[in-house]
């Protein structure tokens, strides 16, 4: 079980879906979402030395108006010195670009890429910690 989870998504459909099914899985102590990642990145500097604030998990899209993920990406690993509390981050997207799979792969503070959809079953391991048998 995680305590926290984040949601940094523009679109506010899945952001409602997501945090259902999180909800029904009861796996997760909290759920937040971040309508944009500029967003995410001032709550993670404004809570950066309280552990109890920071995500366990955050699901960050790629595609997204005023900081993409990719730029959120580059501000996270700028603050992962100041944070008191390693997080999983995962990238989802509805894209199936080869490049963007690579990019993410190739980035350390980044866990995987799941493309949208999330199914229920990989969103309960990722919820469980039993994301190596789910993927």
Same mark, same amino acid.
Request: proline share 3%.
């Given at each position: 079980?995680?305590?926290?989870? =984040?949601?940094?998504?523009?679109?506010?459909?899945?952001?409602?879906?997501?945090?259902?099914?999180?909800?029904?899985?009861?796996? !997760?102590? +909290?759920?937040? %979402?971040?309508?944009?990642?500029?967003? %995410?990145?001032?709550?993670?500097?404004?809570? !950066? %030395? +309280?552990? @109890?604030?920071?995500?366990?998990?955050?699901?960050?899209?790629?595609?997204? $108006?005023?900081?993409?993920? =990719? +730029?959120?990406?580059?501000?996270?690993?700028?603050?992962? $010195?100041?944070?008191?509390?390693?997080?999983?981050?995962?990238?989802? /997207? /509805?894209?199936?670009? @080869?490049?963007?799979? +690579?990019?993410?792969?190739?980035? /350390?503070?980044?866990?995987?890429?799941?493309?949208? $959809?999330?199914?229920?079953?990989?969103?309960?391991?990722?919820?469980? !910690?039993?994301?190596?048998? @789910?993927?």
């Amino acid at each position: 079980m995680v305590e926290k989870v =984040w949601v940094v998504d523009d679109d506010d459909i899945y952001q409602f879906t997501i945090r259902l099914e999180i909800e029904r899985t009861q796996l !997760a102590g +909290e759920v937040k %979402a971040f309508l944009n990642a500029e967003l %995410a990145i001032q709550e993670l500097e404004a809570a !950066a %030395a +309280e552990a @109890a604030r920071l995500p366990d998990l955050m699901l960050v899209d790629i595609n997204m $108006p005023i900081m993409d993920g =990719w +730029e959120f990406l580059e501000r996270y690993r700028e603050l992962v $010195p100041r944070l008191c509390k390693k997080t999983q981050i995962y990238m989802v /997207s /509805s894209s199936v670009n @080869a490049s963007d799979i +690579e990019r993410a792969k190739h980035l /350390s503070v980044v866990s995987d890429y799941i493309v949208k $959809p999330i199914s229920r079953d990989l969103l309960h391991a990722l919820l469980s !910690a039993d994301i190596k048998n @789910a993927l």
